[in-house]
């Protein structure tokens, strides 16, 4: 794909289609650069940190995203009101929509964020594929073009051997997606899969992959320039998932070797160059037992999971993301890159893990974060606000960096100890589960980790010996505080006259 080039253009006021954790954080990058911010938000977020933090804010409308946040003309009307001339979308509503990057071009404003054409090549898994094809990138065995007969998919299914992955070629998220273990169980999976694609994305296209059945997830962060340069910024290992979704992340991978890192890495660039990519992007492997990697596809975004790459690289992503969009060369070459010590992330979720992970909402009664050295919160509430229902229940996502991977773990335990939180569920207690974990401690674990080993009766059996552990330790506190001194006859009389 050809590489578009741009003049350059200083960004001087940036609008953040966006909300929560994420807003705060573009919004301190761009004060630090000196440049202005302007917030958007709904009726719910009136009282949301990214509110009063920007420089200016703008009502969108009333709480449910889809009229707010994901209304794209009132949000192209607010930058120009305000006069931003760029426009940040972070993750999530519109930041991986081909159609509102160009809008966003069109309007002459600048989009944070790569090329409507890299977007739109990359958002479909099987576009995905084929414009990689040139390089010699693994590829999980499997179709290369969207499927609907199910009598072709069974003789497909047949030479690949099952089980097999259904797949949606516009999907994320886990949706649309179905693992089939045997013929039997192949038309009524397609059909849920294809239903599935249609109304979550509008498009029903499905193709078949070879199910890896206990893979590890690892992905490269890329950035590349609107110059044709293109850095990879190491492995992030993002095993530990809930429903297709990831809930702990870290960097570097324990166990991706330097000769993998460095192949890995040479694909995820190759996958970058083979859609014109600039920006900050993520190339997504997945990794079977044996350690061979294959593609799985790519994000046109910043990752909810960046951190971890930021702590041990030294490089803020949201800063180099406004320096491409200006159209600055990257001054990052990849030989200056090293790796420093390890990082953990814990996505906070107000969720009852005890109950399959249902959706808590109320009010942060008691909010205190958790600090220290190597220790990094990213959220957006702060105590006494409300959790809405409307968005993702992600509050804030804890982030720790040590030296090396156990002082790392013992530091995220510790800061999940100190993070007190009343009022709503939350994953903390989930998220000690893991870190505490035999299978997480020595890496072997896979994207199958918390469903071989989570159930909500260990952490309720874990919360139970917790107690009790701690009720013994206060009457062993107590029965010391109150023991009565063994002395001798003589001292005692000695101690009774005095006292008389």
């Known amino acids: 794909m050809n590489q578009t080039h741009f003049s350059m253009t200083r960004i001087t006021k940036i609008l953040i289609a966006n909300r929560g954790e994420i807003a705060v954080r573009i919004i301190k990058t761009a004060h630090l650069l000196n440049i202005k911010t302007v917030a958007v938000y709904s009726e719910a977020d009136r009282l949301a940190p990214h509110v009063r933090l920007a420089n200016e804010a703008v009502l969108l409308g009333p709480p449910p995203s889809s009229e707010s946040y994901l209304i ?36 002459n404003l600048i989009f944070i964020g790569p090329s409507p054409e890299a977007i739109e090549v990359m958002g479909s898994k099987l576009a995905a594929k084929h414009a990689v094809s040139k390089y010699d990138i693994p590829m999980v065995p499997g179709t290369d073009k969207a499927i609907q007969d199910p009598e072709e998919a069974k003789v497909i299914a047949k030479k690949i051997g099952f089980p097999i992955l259904i797949k949606a070629s516009a999907g994320g998220g886990g949706k649309g997606m179905r693992v089939v273990n045997n013929e039997g169980e192949l038309e009524e999976n397609m059909a849920r899969a294809i239903s599935e ?15 890896i059945t206990s893979p590890k997830h690892i992905e490269i962060q890329v950035l590349g320039d609107q110059h044709g340069n293109v850095i990879h910024l190491f492995e992030r290992e993002c095993s530990v998932q809930r429903r297709h979704q990831k809930v702990v992340e870290e960097a570097p991978s324990p166990v991706v070797s330097e000769e993998m890192r460095n192949r890995m890495g040479q694909d995820a660039i190759n996958t970058a160059k083979a859609c014109g990519y600039y920006g900050a992007g993520t190339v997504e492997f997945i990794v079977d037992e044996a350690m061979n990697y294959y593609f799985l596809e790519m994000n046109t975004r910043l990752q909810v999971e960046h951190p971890v790459t930021e702590e041990i690289s030294g490089v803020d992503l949201v800063e180099q993301q406004i320096l491409v969009a200006q159209g600055e060369a990257l001054q990052i070459k990849q030989e200056d890159l090293t790796i420093n010590g390890h990082a953990l992330e814990l996505r906070l979720y107000a969720e009852d893990a005890e109950d399959n992970f249902m959706p808590d909402t109320g009010t942060l009664n008691v909010y205190k974060r958790p600090s220290g050295p190597g220790v990094r919160v990213d959220d957006g509430f702060d105590e006494g606000m409300e959790v809405p229902i409307y968005y993702d229940p992600m509050i804030a996502k804890l982030i720790v960096h040590g030296s090396n991977r156990t002082e790392a773990i013992n530091k995220m335990i ?19 589960f893991v870190f505490e974990h035999p299978e997480f401690q020595n ?17 309720k059996l874990g919360k139970q010996n917790e107690k009790l552990a701690a009720a013994i330790a206060a009457a062993m506190f107590f029965e010391k505080d109150n023991a009565i001194p063994k002395i001798s006859n003589d001292e005692n009389l000695g101690w009774n006259s005095r006292m008389q």
């Open 72 to 107: 794209e003309e009132k949000i192209i009307e607010a930058a120009k009101a305000t006069g931003a001339n760029a426009i940040h979308p972070g993750y999530g509503f519109l930041s991986e929509n081909a159609g509102f990057a160009k809008k966003v071009a069109d309007n």
């Open 197 to 211: 694609a249609e109304s979550s994305f509008g498009d029903g296209s499905v193709f078949i992959e070879k199910y």
């Open 443 to 459: 890496g072997s674990f896979t994207t199958k980790f918390v469903e071989s080993h989570f159930s909500p009766e260990k952490l």
């Open 414 to 432: 510790q800061a999940i100890n100190d993070y007190k939180i009343e009022g709503i569920k939350t994953t903390l207690s989930f998220g000690k």
